[in-house]
């Protein structure tokens, strides 16, 4: 009997050591997937992963989730007319539901009639200015960033599928230099965070893998919704470098390159993070 | 404040029954205490009070002060004892009331 009880104590001790590192080290219950060969990551992890499980749990619950209320705003604004032509979103596209399924999953997008890709934020103006004739909306206006929640909301749970061959591979190529460039007085690339050491924790915080899955994502911090190119230029001016001006070439084709990185990772928009 | 309250309970409920409620509503909750380029102090604008009544009778009351953070989220319970209709309304610092009604009906 002695002896069964003294190999209960060791083995309630090793599971003890082990519940120890498992709670230290929260990259156990990072799940992600598997990432396509040729890839810079083995296992592609969304930033919910890294985020508390009260953020977490703010973002599950579709009632909870702050970034609705801006879904709900633009599907109000997709149905009302707007500018000199007297449309709507919905004269063109329809029903949202249907029609932009997938539509934001897939940009940035290549323009044949640009010649260059364009993203969620510049395809919306181009809608607005060529086909209503109305006002583009300004970047980081509250119009223009709920509008591209909506759309992009509508692509929730599908993959990110980005194309980054043909006319596109040059920006991609341009892009992935951006991330990989040191900039600013820290002297840190794109790379240096969020490839090299994403999961540790530094500025009390988790370091993620740098996804843009979730985007426009609401900040906690901000009490908003932020767009992507708004938290490419934070990273930079956080690095203390000059950053590029939104919808820049520069941020479109870091934008491409991003969404490689997270390819397959399913849309979250709106998502919620620190 | 022109946005729709985001209000979530249960359609129906027992006779007894303690229910949750949930309530989401789009505001700035500018709390006073910050200042614009300008250097000018932004005058405080945030959701003061906020109420909820069913069939007339007080439920659940509060206070907001500027501490809270936008777009204020609030949950709480209710015991449902008949059917009737809960009423919610979020006072503004400029005197304007936002209201919401919800509906819950007994189940057989």
Redesign the interface.
């Known amino acids: 009997m002695s002896i069964r009880y003294g190999s209960l104590a060791v083995l309630a001790s090793a599971a003890l050591a082990l519940s120890a590192v498992a709670t230290f080290g929260q990259e156990a219950e990072r799940k992600g997937i598997p990432a396509p060969p040729g890839h810079v990551f083995k296992t592609i992890i969304s930033g919910y992963q890294f985020r508390t499980k009260e953020t977490r749990a703010l973002q599950d619950d579709d009632l909870e989730n702050p970034g609705f209320l801006a879904v709900e705003r633009a599907a109000d604004v997709w149905k009302t007319v707007d500018g000199g032509e007297g449309k709507s979103c919905m004269s063109c596209h329809g029903e949202a539901e249907k029609t932009m399924k997938g539509v934001g999953a897939a940009m940035p997008k290549w323009s044949e009639k640009l010649n260059k890709p364009v993203n969620l934020e510049q395809q919306i103006n181009i809608c607005r200015t060529e086909h209503m004739k109305a006002q583009p909306w300004a970047f980081k206006s509250k119009e223009l960033t709920d509008m591209t929640t909506f759309v992009r909301f509508q692509s929730r749970g599908m993959p990110v599928a980005v194309k980054t061959d043909g006319p596109m591979s040059p920006w991609f190529e341009k892009g992935k230099e951006i991330y990989y460039t040191r900039v600013g007085q820290l002297d840190l690339a794109c790379a240096s965070c969020h490839e090299k050491n994403n999961g540790k924790f530094m500025r009390a915080d988790f370091l993620s893998q740098g996804q843009t899955n979730g985007f426009p994502t609401y900040r906690l911090r901000d009490q908003r919704l932020v767009p992507l190119h708004e938290r490419f230029e934070g990273c930079m001016f956080d690095v203390r470098g000059v950053p590029y001006k939104p919808l820049s070439d520069e941020f479109l084709a870091l934008e491409l390159y991003v969404a490689w990185r997270g390819i397959g990772l399913p849309v979250e928009t709106p998502s919620v993070r620190n | 404040m022109a ?2 309250p ?1 209000i ?1 309970l249960p359609k129906e409920a027992k006779k007894g029954e303690i229910i949750q409620i ?1 309530t ?1 509503v ?1 505001h700035l ?1 500018e709390s006073g205490q910050r200042k614009d380029a300008q250097g000018k102090p932004i005058p405080r604008k945030i959701i003061n009070k906020f109420t909820c009544e069913f069939n007339g009778k007080p439920v659940f009351s509060c206070v907001l002060e500027p501490a809270i ?3 204020p ?1 609030i949950q709480f319970d209710a015991r449902v004892d008949e059917e009737g209709t809960f009423k919610f309304a979020w006072t503004d610092d400029d005197g304007s009331v936002l209201t919401a009604e919800e509906k819950i009906a007994l189940k057989a």
Request: aromatic content about 8%.
């Open positions: 946005d729709k985001r979530k949930k989401l789009s909750m953070s936008a777009n989220y």
